[in-house]
């Protein structure tokens, strides 16, 4: 595989057999090595690049941010757009965890603050928070009540006493996807996320306090109101069980719409249908609920760091604020400038922002 330098910090992949765009590689040297190893097990991932530019309606390029690494269809550290006329939607660039992401809330502790209470706050924090494999939370749904986390997102969680308004003002899509449907998502789906919503889950999903150790932009530390030594915490969580499942059923579904339509499946895991096919559409909209499930479950999860928090330290859940919500395993239609020219696109964004 050719892989050609364009910079210090971008490399292409050029179009060749039945690629329909460039594969285009953000990366430095150092990082980009370990991909070219034809022997290791990292090579995947730019063959993975090459198997998301030849998909169909796709635009510009195929894109590996600076982590990718291989994954399931599309690399992890991957980003396709496609033309929604066009263009298709593939399971493999949004995954099995949908709308993945990571919540960073804000306080005004500094490291000092809690240094004497580290341990205190740890344990405070792990018996409070449900984590772990198939851990349950205090919400106990009926398939009503996940219909309405389908349709509402962290809204849901937020009319049930859950955080604070304004953490949704920082929530990627205001904390509720518009065009999800709960009925593209299966009763087995559902029910397995009856005891789910505020909970961390397992495998890379964590809840850190963390402090602001170096500030490389002043102007933007300013602005989002961070200074040196402040403490944070970071939630990095997704849809659950509920979130799996649905990757699960349209797996089989997206298989056979590939077929039908005449798509190669060069991966298991990427196939996919016709963004504007029913096929397509039911997945979208299963899709946007799953979206809706991971902000509820932020939300929650938010809720539950403040009631920790906020009694070790004399502080109102006001004084802990959202700085962004903003997922890494989501497919959504946006406004882009491809070849000087404003237009929709179906961005995947699989492990990226």
Not at 152 to 177: N, Q, S, V, W
Not at 187 to 213: C, D, I, P
Request: glycine content about 10%; charged content about 25%; proline content about 5%.
């Amino acid at each position: 595989m050719e892989v050609r330098k364009v910079t210090d910090f971008e490399w292409e992949i050029p179009r060749s057999g039945d690629m329909l765009v460039p594969g285009k590689i953000y990366a430095s040297e150092a990082i980009l090595k370990p991909l070219l190893d034809h022997k290791g097990h990292e090579w995947n991932a730019l063959e993975q690049v090459r198997n998301v530019a030849s998909l169909p309606g796709i635009v510009k390029a195929a894109i590996a941010m600076p982590d990718v690494h291989p994954g399931y269809g599309f690399p992890i550290g991957g980003v396709g757009a496609f033309d929604p006329d066009e263009g298709v939607v593939a399971m493999g660039g949004v995954g099995f965890d949908i709308n993945c992401g990571v919540r960073v809330l804000v306080t005004p502790l500094h490291r000092d603050d809690i240094e004497a209470k580290k341990e205190e706050v740890a344990d405070k924090l792990f018996h409070h928070i449900p984590a772990g494999l198939g851990s349950e939370g205090e919400l106990r749904l009926s398939v009503e009540g996940i219909d309405e986390v389908l349709k509402k997102g962290a809204y849901f969680a937020l009319e049930r006493g859950y955080g604070l308004p304004e953490d949704l003002e920082y929530t990627e899509e205001g904390g509720r996807m518009e065009g999800a449907d709960p009925a593209a998502v299966s009763l087995k789906a559902k029910q397995r996320q009856f005891k789910q919503v505020g909970t961390l889950g397992s495998g890379n999903h964590y809840l850190e306090v963390q402090y602001v150790e170096e500030i490389y932009d002043e102007k933007a530390a300013a602005a989002y109101g961070i200074e040196v030594d402040q403490v944070l915490v970071a939630i990095h969580c997704g849809s659950r069980a509920l979130g799996h499942q649905i990757g699960q059923d349209y797996l089989k579904d997206l298989e056979k719409a590939s077929r039908k339509y005449g798509i190669p499946i060069r991966e298991r895991e990427l196939v996919c249908a016709p963004i504007k096919s029913p096929e397509g559409q039911r997945y979208l909209s299963a899709v946007f609920a799953g979206i809706n499930c991971a902000f509820a479950n932020r939300q929650v999860l938010a809720h539950l760091v403040r009631e920790v928090l906020c009694p070790l330290f004399g502080l109102k859940p006001s004084d802990i604020r959202t700085l962004y919500d903003v997922g890494h395993n989501n497919v959504k239609f946006e406004r882009h400038r491809v070849n000087d020219e404003e237009r929709e696109v179906l961005v995947h964004r699989k492990g990226s922002t």
